[in-house]
T-cell receptor
Framework: DGGITQSPKYLFRKEGQNVTLSCEQNLNHDAMYWYRQDPGQGLRLIYYSQIVNDFQKGDIAEGYSVSREKKESFPLTVTSAQKNPTAFYLC????????????FGQGTRLTVV | AQSVAQPEDQVNVAEGNPLTVKCTYSVSGNPYLFWYVQYPNRGLQFLLKYITGDNLVKGSYGFEAEFNKSQTSFHLKKPSALVSDSALYFCAVSFITTSGTYKYIFGTGTRLKVLA
């Protein structure tokens, strides 16, 4: 089955730790996105990538980092510089060009303990 | 700044009545417009999109949306609401940036509650 897979579903982070959220897709999409979802704030764009080895900062990139070494994979690292990382993180992918709908993973809920 | 607004945090409607969920946008150029639905603790599912052409677009589960360029709006509608339509709805726009890449941004979401 084609789709987009995020792992883990739940993640707990201690203060000062870096954690990496996985996002893999087998839809052959060039574009991939990371969003953060907080109650009442909708989805805010963290990073996006239109092609392998290239990515752009979104609206709230501070404290996060990404890589795009393979077309299928777009991992997100939440660094210790992110002061309030507790949130629901969503990864999405689409074909490029802007007019295509995005396909979303099931999300990772990150909690700082 | 480019933005999408959903002015209502929650919309309540009785089952069988028509529903409208509002969306307005502030994006230069000609953006593409989308609606998505989210069920608890899940990712978003695509409902419909406007690219060009007819201002009324039809999508999944009986939903439709009307594009109004002069009012920069893209309201989601359904003629007869079902209890199972209760969920969180997001409006989104895709637009080309000055660097030539497409950026995809979302509104804050509207919770739809359909009452039996």
């Amino acid at each position: 089955d084609g789709g987009i897979t995020q792992s883990p579903k739940y993640l707990f982070r201690k203060e000062g730790q870096n954690v990496t959220l996985s996002c893999e897709q087998n839809l052959n999409h060039d574009a991939m996105y990371w969003y953060r979802q907080d109650p009442g704030q909708g989805l805010r764009l963290i990073y996006y990538s239109q092609i392998v080895n290239d990515f752009q900062k979104g609206d709230i990139a501070e404290g996060y980092s990404v890589s795009r070494e393979k077309k299928e994979s777009f991992p997100l690292t939440v660094t210790s510089a992110q002061k309030n990382p507790t949130a629901f993180y969503l990864c999405a992918s689409s074909i490029t060009g802007g007019s295509a709908e995005a396909f979303f993973g099931q999300g990772t809920r990150l909690t700082v303990v | 700044a480019q933005s999408v607004a959903q002015p209502e945090d929650q919309v309540n409607v009785a089952e069988g009545n028509p529903l409208t969920v509002k969306c307005t946008y502030s994006v230069s150029g000609n953006p593409y417009l989308f609606w998505y639905v989210q069920y608890p603790n899940r990712g978003l599912q695509f409902l419909l999109k406007y690219i060009t052409g007819d201002n009324l677009v039809k999508g999944s589960y009986g939903f439709e949306a009307e594009f109004n360029k002069s009012q920069t709006s893209f309201h989601l509608k359904k003629p007869s609401a079902l209890v199972s339509d209760s969920a969180l709805y997001f409006c989104a726009v895709s637009f080309i940036t000055t660097s030539g890449t497409y950026k995809y941004i979302f509104g804050t979401g509207t919770r739809l509650k359909v009452l039996a």
